[in-house]
């Protein structure tokens, strides 16, 4: 089966590095019914954690989070990779952003069992158009 690739919008919200603060953001979530394709988090400075957020539908995400009393960021964007899981399959698509001479910015990517990958990308806002072509998505 051929790579699957489409351009996702996240967010982010900066929380206190904290037993339950990204409890408390995925619960706040769940409970406005939003549906999130993928969540990482990381520390953000002193006594921080950045909690990126990829909603399935970017639109009533926003709402729903300030709603919930999290300040996202501006809406930001990536791509969502998802594939039959083989040898060099994140290889193949950092080689065509190299290709490209796109730098890319941070790459995640699992096995997500019965034989499939999944994983997001992302690059510099000013080379998501020539990402996406190099992609084949545009």
């Known amino acids: 089966m051929p ?3 489409r351009k996702i919008d996240y967010y982010y919200v900066t929380v206190r590095d ?3 603060e990204v409890a408390r953001v995925l619960a706040a979530l769940r409970g406005a019914g939003i549906n999130l394709l993928g969540v990482s988090v990381f520390p953000h400075g002193a006594r ?3 909690v990126d957020l990829i909603p399935e539908e970017s639109g009533s995400f926003a709402q ?3 709603s919930a009393g999290l300040k996202p960021s501006k809406k930001k964007s990536g791509f969502l990779i998802q594939g039959e899981d083989r040898p060099g399959a994140v290889a193949d698509l950092a080689g065509k952003m190299a290709q490209a001479k796109i730098n890319i910015t941070s790459v995640q990517a699992f096995c997500a069992g019965a034989g ?3 994983g997001l990308l992302w690059v510099k806002a000013k080379d998501m158009q020539r990402a996406s072509k190099a992609l084949g998505l545009a």
């Open 3 to 5: 790579d699957a690739i």
């Open 18 to 20: 904290k037993p339950g």
């Open 48 to 50: 921080k954690s950045q």
């Open 64 to 66: 729903a989070a300030k």
């Open 116 to 118: 499939r990958y999944g």
